[in-house]
């Protein structure tokens, strides 16, 4: 039993290596089959924006936007095979689509309170799901290299500035209506400025001032945090793209790309990964009574 | 700020498009992954709950089933104890009481074949004495050659008869 058990692993080990291969190694030979073609290295530079394709009304339509498109019919047809006809005993997609559900939600409740990771689980786990099926989408084949009026058709959503910008907005939008709804205004201000540290007597009159100064240092963090989160998962993923175009239009066959087809797999994992997680925590410095429980309970001992 | 903006192509319209997509991703993701997967989730860990529990329940019942099995199998055993012992009392009693009887009966046999026994000597020796008295009757005629009268055989049996009454 346990022998089998072993064979279907190494089996399963094989055909991942065989397929993390082609996937790098099949968009190095399509690009530089390309890039032969054209034999001009700057057309094949990636623009930081995503270009406009064509306009629905006043709507412009960007590369990254259809790249979207795609993703989300991917995610949606994958989650369909997989919750259609649910079992109690999970088989086939079912199977991928719980690990993924439940891992998310084990990591959300791991780090928030049960009432805020309930709030916040659909959220994170969108985030990651989304981010990571549109970095390694991003590394297949045609992705960048397929071109319509000299643009190409497909770009990563998170190599598009809009979209991570628009993940950090809604964010920031919903950490703070969550933040208002765990502590309520009065609360939220005391939560940023309030002396801590179960401080009593005249002492709080001195201290009082400096948590003032470090409330207003954690407001500017509040408000860069949605920023860094969009800019770090868009420099990744964005230098990535810029830096597998380059390698693969400046050696010979491409070939020096493949070492970074490998390191981009596990920066797409690691990126989704990051992000997920940095949100959970900031979210989780804004919906925690941490430090008066610690009191309280100090006080009770 | 705004060269950055630009260079990086974020402006407002692109934004608001990004960020309806990313929210009809989660949608969908919401109706038709989280929801229905803790759903099940939720439903799993019930039934395994409520499956820990009867099994919780059948092992108790179990353990109860064997207590009383046991009880009763050490109430029959009592009980069978007990009825094997007055099986015993009343064969030992049965047997006494059998065994008086025999006796009584093998006492009353052997006193009744006494009797007969005594009855039937007596009747021999009478009618061995009767048969002597009548030889020695006989024999008294022949010897002395006369016929003797009815008093004579009378006196001679009677005689006769204390003679081997004596004896």
Known sequence: ?301 | MGETLHTLGIDLPKLIAQTINFAIVMFVLWKWAYKPVLNMLELRREKIAESMTNADQVKQELANARTKSQEILNEAGTQGNKLIEEARTSAARILEQETQKAIATANDIIAKARQANEAELARMKTELRREVGRLVVSTTARVTGKVLTTDDQQRLAEETNRQLAAN
């Not at chain 1, 590394?139 to 960048?144: C, E, N, S």
């Not at chain 1, 309520?184 to 400025?193: A, D, E, T």
């Not at chain 1, 400096?210 to 998962?233: D, K, N, Q, W, Y």
């Open chain 1, 1 to 301: 039993m346990a022998v089998n058990v072993v064979i279907g692993s190494m089996r399963s080990l094989r055909i991942i290596i065989v397929c993390f291969l082609l996937a790098a190694v099949l968009p190095v030979a399509t690009s530089a089959l390309g890039a032969g073609k054209d034999g001009d290295h700057a057309s094949h530079s990636v623009s930081p924006d995503a270009p406009t394709l064509f306009h629905v009304g006043p709507l412009p339509v960007t590369n990254s936007m259809i790249y979207t498109w795609v993703v989300a019919a991917v995610i949606f047809f994958v989650i369909r095979a997989g919750t259609r006809k649910m079992g109690e005993v999970p088989s086939g997609v079912q199977n991928i689509v719980e690990a993924a559900v439940e891992g998310l939600e084990e990591l959300t409740k791991g780090l928030l309170e049960p009432k805020v990771a309930r709030w916040v689980f659909p959220l994170v786990a969108t985030f990651f799901l989304f981010i990571v099926v549109s970095n390694l989408m991003g590394l297949l084949p045609g992705v960048g290299s397929i071109k319509w009026n000299g643009n190409p058709i497909f770009r990563p959503p998170t190599a598009d500035a809009n979209m991570t910008v628009a993940m950090a907005a809604v964010f920031f939008v919903m950490s703070t209506w969550w933040a208002l709804k765990y502590n309520g205004p009065l609360g939220l201000v005391k939560h940023i400025f309030g002396v801590k540290g179960g401080m009593k007597g005249l002492i709080v009159i001195p201290l009082s001032l400096i948590f003032i100064f470090i409330g207003l240092i954690e407001v500017i963090s509040i408000c860069i945090r949605p920023v860094a989160l969009a800019m770090r998962l868009y420099g990744n993923i964005y230098g990535g793209e810029s830096v597998l175009t380059i390698m693969l239009t400046n050696s010979p066959l491409g070939i020096g790309a493949l070492p970074f087809y490998f390191l981009e797999l596990l920066v797409a994992v690691v990126q989704a990964l990051v992000f997920t997680l940095l949100s959970i925590a900031f979210i989780g410095t804004l919906c925690s009574h941490s430090d008066d429980e610690s009191h309280g309970a100090k006080d009770h001992h």
